[in-house]
């Protein structure tokens, strides 16, 4: 539907020394639209974006990023959404031959117990908190 489709200039990209290959110029579209518009482009929408694409080429090259885990899938349509931080940080890993064999969580934040708490656990442990 043209109603349902955001406007606005989307830099089009074209094959050139500095883009290897045209895997790489979907994926710098769709980063670009998602920055941009907040979702997902099309496929039609790719293929106009990257300048002498179809829609099938489109969709080879996004299923090409899927499976190297630059992009990923999510149900319904403009089903596109970027990696997030943790997802991107085990991907490297992983190709790195290092993938952990933990799941990979934020930092946590530290809490320190206060001196009264400190005092407690020393009564129930039997020794004088303040020995002056």
Known sequence: MQGDRPTGDIKNLRLCPEMASFRGLVLAFVRDYIERFGV???YGEIAAGV????K????DAVRSLVRDQLLYKVPGPRGL???????EARRILKDAGEA?????????ALTYPSDRAQERGAEEQGIDPDPD
Not at 51 to 54: A, Q, S, V
Not at 56 to 59: G, L, Q
């Open 51 to 54: 300048h002498g694409g179809t």
């Open 40 to 42: 997902s482009p099309s």
């Open 56 to 59: 099938d080429r489109a969709r």
């Open 100 to 108: 952990p064999d933990f799941p990979l969580l934020p930092p946590a």
């Open 81 to 87: 959404r970027l990696p997030t931080e943790i997802e």
